[in-house]
């Protein structure tokens, strides 16, 4: 979608997901990649979880318990087997040897009967046989006793059988004993030697026995070895599990969590568009998930509010915002871009800037507004004007390139920022606008022409700020207006200043009464004949703090504009009158010296500012019956009744009117009739001319008859040459006025004057000089 106008969204935050409808409402509801990391959903919606952080820790943790109980078991059992196993081998072994060691004693104590019996030594039968069965059994119980390893039972079979094949050989075994007679002492070696060798055969045994505890013990050490090596081994499972478990822990959960944490502080600082990468879909993926999408929503949220907060609901044109930061962008970029090496100090001398440098740019501002736009409401309705703008708004964004922006700043008013290519872009948009108008609007069937007024200004190096841009732009948008409608207006530093002077003109002129800055000069008026002074025009200055003195036509037009004039030419009237009543009273020769104060016509249209001047005039102390109120003929012209009405009314105040700059201003002699005057002030145009030019001298004489008809008395203005002054004279006009005379004064000049001279002229007809003269 083309947006020019998005400047304020960021465009890193648009995820490209978000599909951005006209007028650019980011409607894209957001999940981010989090949601498709597995495609599995609950009917909720919710991701089937299929790892559980739970279940996972809780496995490793019966591992570690089921490994700690088999290496104490381990222990214990080993321990018992081991000791267990050296015990039976000792036991065996004392066992084995006292049944040996009881079999010796007794084969040698038989032997010993037997040798006896071989001697022929009378010894009891019955117990040497008893003594013989009593071996027997022994051997039995030996038998049962040995075990059959390390031949320790053959051997002891072995003895046995050598023991009684030696009883046997001499005649000596059970039954045989009864039989054996006579001495057989001679047998006695062979008898000995069949001993010995039982002797020797149950040495055997002993032997094979002590091997065997020998065996037994070195067994119980290599279990204890064995033992000693499983626990070994269960000690490296445990360590091995404790570093395969830290693994995963730092994998599925220090790493997820930390993922989070940052993830909240990117949240926190402003970056909507960041997601986590979800590692597995267990409780922190979940966690994860929920992060993500709730990232998702504040991102929508943040687009959205962005949207409205930088847009024109109407139209869907930027707004002021908008175009405020565009314009702001567009003076900093200036800054920025100006490296050191741009800076002109840094510069060699003539080079010109590298780059486009602020004096290179000229991005300009239109700012148009609806002609008549008020009409269109009146006639079509709020509706119909919305339908207008939201069309003319269409019609602007196609008058404009891409890196453009137009904005809509309210109402009827519409902006466009013009960005920088050379030249005075501002002209060529202003133009392809004037074009695009030319078709007329159709809205709900009604077909419309429009016209805008257009006013534009192109940024210069002294262009300071967006907001000095702004009103160059406006400023000549109202110089559009004013020239008439449908124009199109670059803005003119000239027009501007005079302007903005007229604007801090007005401003002051609201205080300048009450802050004491207003001034009255006065300038006489002479009878002519006589040449002495009848009455003084009061003239108002402004003594400006800043602009220093003013004259009349630089401020009273304004002030007539702004409804000041009202206070001022109460001042005026109130201060005139007080003045001369003083000169009055305090110079024998002016006792009836008049002042003559100039009225505007907009003093007399409002009830308000007559009532004002009643009020002076009312107070004894003004002296109404030597006040001359001067109204010109044009302002006359425009009240409806022709200001008889108002005029009559200061005229019952006992003031006698004068008709300013008369000859200046179309009245037909007729109205002249009409008009309450006293007195008529031909105005300086007719004397600029004569004596030399004839026409104007005869109009002269017109003027001065008629008013001899209508009884009037003449005041003749400007008089500034003695031949003006003889043919006043020699046309017997009445008074006159004017630099050859006496210029304006400030009133302590001519309250000076006033004390010393009476006449400023000699009588007409006398060569004397007049008194001051
Ligand atoms: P105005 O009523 O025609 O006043 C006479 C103006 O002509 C004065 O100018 C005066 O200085 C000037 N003038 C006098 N003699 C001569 C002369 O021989 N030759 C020439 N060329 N000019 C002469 P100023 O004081 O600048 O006043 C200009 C106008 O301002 C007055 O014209 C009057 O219309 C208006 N004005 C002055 N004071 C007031 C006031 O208090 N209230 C109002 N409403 N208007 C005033
Ligand atoms: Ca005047
Ligand atoms: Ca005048």
């Not at 039995?140 to 075990?147: E, K, Q, V, W, Y």
């Not at 922006?405 to 872009?425: H, K, P, S, W, Y």
């Not at 009349?552 to 030419?569: K, R, S, V």
């Amino acid at each position: 979608m083309r947006n020019p106008d998005n400047k304020l969204v960021d465009p890193a935050a648009v995820s490209p997901s978000t599909p951005a409808t006209a007028p650019g409402r980011p409607d894209g509801r957001n999940a981010g990649p989090a949601a498709d990391v597995t495609g599995l959903q609950t009917r909720t919606g919710a991701p089937i979880r299929t790892g559980s952080l739970q279940r996972e820790w809780s496995r490793a943790f019966v591992l570690v318990l089921v490994a700690l109980l088999v290496g104490v078991v381990a222990t214990v059992i080993g321990v018992r087997v081991v000791t267990d196993q050296i015990q039976h081998a000792a036991v065996q072994h004392r066992l084995e040897s006292e049944a040996v060691a009881e079999i010796r004693a007794d084969l040698d104590d038989h032997e010993q009967a037997g040798l006896q019996l071989l001697a022929e030594v009378p010894i009891d039968t019955s117990a040497f046989l008893q003594q013989q069965k009593d071996i027997s059994a022994q051997f039995d119980a030996a038998a049962g006793i040995l075990p059959d390893t390390y031949g320790m039972r053959a051997t002891l079979r072995e003895a046995r059988t050598a023991w009684q094949d030696g009883l046997s050989a001499h005649g000596l075994w059970d039954s045989q004993v009864a039989g054996l007679h006579g001495n057989r002492v001679t047998e006695t070696p062979a008898f000995a030697a069949s001993g010995a060798r039982s002797r020797a055969l149950l040495a055997n045994i002993r032997r094979a026995s002590l091997d065997a505890l020998d065996d037994g013990v070195a067994y119980g050490v290599e279990l204890q070895q064995m033992v000693s090596i499983g626990r070994t081994g269960l000690f490296a499972v445990a360590v091995g599990g404790v570093f395969f478990f830290r693994r995963r822990m730092t994998k599925y959960l220090m790493r997820p969590v930390e993922g989070l944490y940052r993830g909240v502080l990117k949240l926190q600082s402003g970056d909507y568009s960041h997601r986590i990468n979800v590692v597995r879909n267990d409780e922190l993926g979940q966690l994860a998930e929920a992060f993500n999408s709730m990232a998702a929503t504040v991102h929508d949220n943040h687009l959205e509010l962005t949207f409205r907060a930088t847009h024109d609901p109407l139209t869907g044109l930027a707004n002021r915002v908008v175009l405020t930061e565009r314009l702001a962008s567009v003076f900093i970029d200036d800054g920025a871009v100006a490296g050191p090496a741009d800076r002109p100090d840094r510069r060699p001398a003539g080079s010109r800037p590298t780059g486009s440098g602020p004096s290179d740019r000229r991005e300009g501002l239109v700012i148009i507004d609806v002609d008549d736009f008020k009409d269109v409401n009146d006639s079509l309705g709020h509706n119909g004007g919305d339908v207008l703008l939201v069309q003319l708004a269409q019609r602007l964004r196609g008058c404009v390139r891409e890196h453009d922006l137009v904005a809509r700043l309210g109402g009827d008013e519409f902006a466009i920022v013009v960005m920088n290519d050379g030249g005075t872009a501002t002209d060529d948009v202003a133009g392809r606008i004037q074009d695009a108008l030319r078709d007329p609007f159709s809205i709900d069937d009604v077909r419309l022409k429009v016209t805008v007024s257009m006013g534009a200004a192109q940024r210069s190096a002294e262009t300071a700020d967006p907001a000095e841009l702004m009103r160059q732009a406006d400023f000549a948008m109202y110089m559009a207006k004013h020239n008439g409608k449908g124009r199109y207006q670059l803005f003119d530093a000239r027009g501007y200043d005079k302007m903005t002077y007229r604007a801090a003109l007005r401003a002051d002129l609201a205080t300048a009464v009450q802050a004491g800055q207003l001034r009255l000069d006065y300038q006489p008026v002479v009878e002519l004949r006589t040449g002495e002074i009848a009455g003084v025009e009061a003239l108002v200055r402004w003594e400006h703090p800043t602009l220093g003195r003013l004259g009349p036509t630089e401020f009273i037009p304004l002030a007539e504009e702004t409804g000041d004039i009202g206070p001022i030419g109460c001042w005026v009237l109130d201060t005139a009158s007080r003045h001369v009543a003083a000169w009055r009273r305090s110079s024998g020769t002016a006792g009836d010296l008049w002042v003559s104060v100039n009225l505007s016509t907009v003093q007399l249209s409002s009830d308000r500012n007559l009532a004002a001047l009643e009020r002076i005039l009312a107070d004894p102390a003004s002296q109404a019956d030597k006040v001359i109120l001067e109204v010109t003929e044009s302002a006359l012209a425009t009240s409806s009744d022709g200001g008889v009405a108002a005029l009559n009314r200061l005229k019952s105040f006992g003031v006698r009117i004068a008709i300013d700059d008369f000859g200046t201003g179309f009245s037909s002699l007729s109205t002249l009739a009409v008009l309450p005057a006293d007195i008529l002030k031909i105005d300086r145009s007719f004397l600029s001319g004569v004596p030399g030019d004839a026409p104007a001298a005869a109009m002269l004489e017109g003027i001065l008859e008629v008013a001899r008809k209508l009884n009037l008395g003449v005041i003749a203005e400007g008089i500034e040459d003695t031949g003006q002054l003889d043919l006043l004279r020699s046309l017997g006009c009445d008074m006159g006025q004017g630099f050859l005379l006496a210029g304006p004064s400030p009133s302590p000049v001519l309250g000076a004057l006033l004390a010393s001279v009476s006449h400023l002229l000699p009588p007409a007809g006398s060569d004397a000089p007049a008194d001051g003269a």
